[in-house]
């Protein structure tokens, strides 16, 4: 009881001294008193506030880096039931969030973070303001004081470099167009829901790996681009016949990256400015894509005039761009495609425009970002267009090679192995041309009963190997604009052009004798 009413007089002493003491010298008592404290603990502290600037109002990234890194350690700890969760957590669904609840640290709970060695504590903090209902939220790390000089960098960017691939796996993205002509240049969008991915994509596995490293080089550039001065984005170039995949390959491409993708109808842009103006209306992490680039605007040279090539180059690609467009396409449509073709005549998007879009002083103007453009026609594009740094990657996606007719297979029908997927590669290698699309097709209409699709495929390539006889000596000609290029399959380019009729007609009567023996065997 003394000691009780002696705490309480001593409480008293200290409420009557701060009234009369002035506030100057309680403000040194207590940076005394900090400073005191500060000497014998052997921990540094660093605040990470939600906003920065004196009003507070200025959004503090490293506030959202730390809390993704927290929920993904809070996931992992209670995940793994481990006895150095926090015992209070929050959990929250934003409205209209389609994702799983996530899961933070408690106002005044800590979590433990190892790193290095070294253990390190964050500690959440929630403080309502004075006369306000308003709340000043931080975290605060606690890091070992004779390593924090040495540590704190290295576990920031380790941080920093979690919360910011939890982001990108995390985010929703979405699949934009631009408008119409006629309104303001602008982008409306849906989710992005696009089933393909490296994983589903049939392509030759060299193409495959080195597309997948250097997008994964791309994205994690920041620093190389910064040092070398360069603006961070990587213009593709996709080339081949209609149904090879290109449009297929933008998807896995965008899946892979986790970017949105902004698929830019040019006969909808009706000035350089407006194609201006969309481009800074794209966001960081985007792939722009421009499908069939030769049907909406003639690339064969003349940067500033719009139409340089003869006037049967035009119809051709309009003719093309026609053909290619389904019948149910509408009136409205068709009358706007003749129209766009109009305004391209009439010079207002040309191709110094479209150069300006890819590379001039607006393209800087956001971060993390990739041009494709596909094509049918490569011939049609004028080389300023593929000079490297503008289009960096040239990828020419052309028939179904062995292994990737042998993936459709066993993807579509389940097949790994058949004595007649060794005549359908002997026809591969005899040039008998089926795109992927093809082969595609072929299984998914027989995908009930997996042999008969397989022997449909083979009769196709067959037919295709006896109707491709005539042209045979190809040329390919040597890519070097590109800071890489890709051939698809080049051991079949090559043996194009070294088959000759003897060798054909060789083959043609081995494959004969095959099928023979195959349909004898099943007894048909
Ligand atoms: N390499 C591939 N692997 C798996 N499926 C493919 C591949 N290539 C094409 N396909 C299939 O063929 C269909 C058409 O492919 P896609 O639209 O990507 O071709 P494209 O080259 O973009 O054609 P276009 O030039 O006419 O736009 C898709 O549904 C896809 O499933």
Redesign the pocket.
Same mark, same amino acid.
């Given at each position: 009881m003394e000691l009780l009413s002696q705490m309480w007089s001593l409480l008293g002493l200290l409420t009557i001294l701060q009234n009369i003491l002035p506030s100057q010298l309680l403000a040194l008592l207590h940076s005394m008193w900090q400073s005191l404290q500060d000497s014998l603990t052997p921990y540094s502290y660093f605040d990470v506030p939600e906003f920065l600037g004196s009003s507070a109002v200025e959004p503090n990234d490293l506030y959202r880096h730390v809390y993704l890194y927290l929920h993904q350690s809070l996931l992992s700890s209670a995940a793994a039931s481990s006895a150095s969760a926090p015992p209070r957590l929050t959990l929250s669904l934003p409205r209209g969030s389609a994702s799983v609840p996530s899961l933070s640290l408690s106002p005044n709970h800590s979590l433990e973070d190892s790193f290095a060695g070294h253990r390190l504590l964050w500690t959440h903090h929630a403080d309502t303001l004075q006369d306000s209902l308003e709340e000043r939220r931080s975290f605060a790390l606690r890091l070992p004081k004779r390593a924090a000089a040495s540590l704190l960098g290295a576990y920031l960017s380790h941080l920093s470099g979690a919360a910011d691939h939890l982001e990108r796996s995390s985010r929703p993205r979405r699949l934009f167009t631009n408008s119409p002509r006629g309104g303001p240049p602008s982008w409306s969008s849906v989710p992005f829901h696009h089933p393909?991915t490296f994983a589903?994509?049939?392509?030759e596995p060299s193409l495959k790996t080195s597309l997948i490293a250097d997008l994964d080089a791309f994205a994690a550039g920041r620093e190389f681009y910064r040092r070398t001065g360069r603006a961070w984005k990587r213009g593709y170039l996709l080339h081949?016949p209609?149904?090879?995949?290109?449009?297929?390959?933008i998807a896995a491409m965008a899946n892979h990256l986790r970017y949105d993708v902004y698929d830019l109808e040019l006969t909808r842009v009706s000035h350089n400015s407006d194609l201006r103006s969309l481009l800074i209306q794209t966001s960081n992490r985007s792939i722009i894509v421009i499908?069939?680039i030769d049907c909406s605007l003639d690339l064969t040279g003349d940067r500033h005039g719009t139409v340089k090539s003869s006037a049967a180059a035009l119809s051709a690609s309009r003719k093309r761009a026609r053909n290619?467009r389904q019948p149910s396409i509408s009136n409205e449509d068709s009358d706007s495609e003749d129209d766009s073709f109009g305004q391209i005549n009439d010079g207002r998007v040309t191709l110094s425009g479209l150069l300006n879009f890819i590379d001039g002083l607006w393209s800087c103007c956001g971060e993390e970002r990739v041009i494709v453009f +596909?094509t049918?026609y490569l011939e049609a594009f004028d080389p300023a267009l593929l000079r490297p740094g503008r289009m960096d990657v040239h990828v020419r996606?052309g028939a179904c090679g062995e292994h990737?007719m042998r993936e459709?297979v066993e993807r579509y029908v389940g097949i790994k192995e058949h004595e007649m997927l060794s005549v359908a590669e002997s026809c591969i290698r005899a040039g008998a041309d089926m +795109?992927?699309?093809e082969v595609?097709e072929v299984l998914l209409r027989h995908r009930e009963e997996p042999e008969e699709a397989v022997r449909n495929m083979v009769r196709e390539l067959q037919a295709r190997v006896s109707g491709s006889s005539s042209g045979v000596a190809e040329e390919v000609e040597e890519d070097q604009s590109a800071a890489w290029s890709w051939e698809e399959s080049p051991e079949k380019v090559g043996g194009k052009r070294r088959a000759g009729w003897e060798r054909r007609v060789r083959f043609l009567r081995r494959l004969r004798s095959l099928t023979k023996s195959d349909s004898e065997g099943r007894g048909v």
């Open positions: 393909a589903t994509l049939a392509l081949g209609p149904g090879t995949g290109k449009s297929s390959l499908e069939d290619r +596909t049918n996606l990737a459709l +795109t992927p699309a595609a």
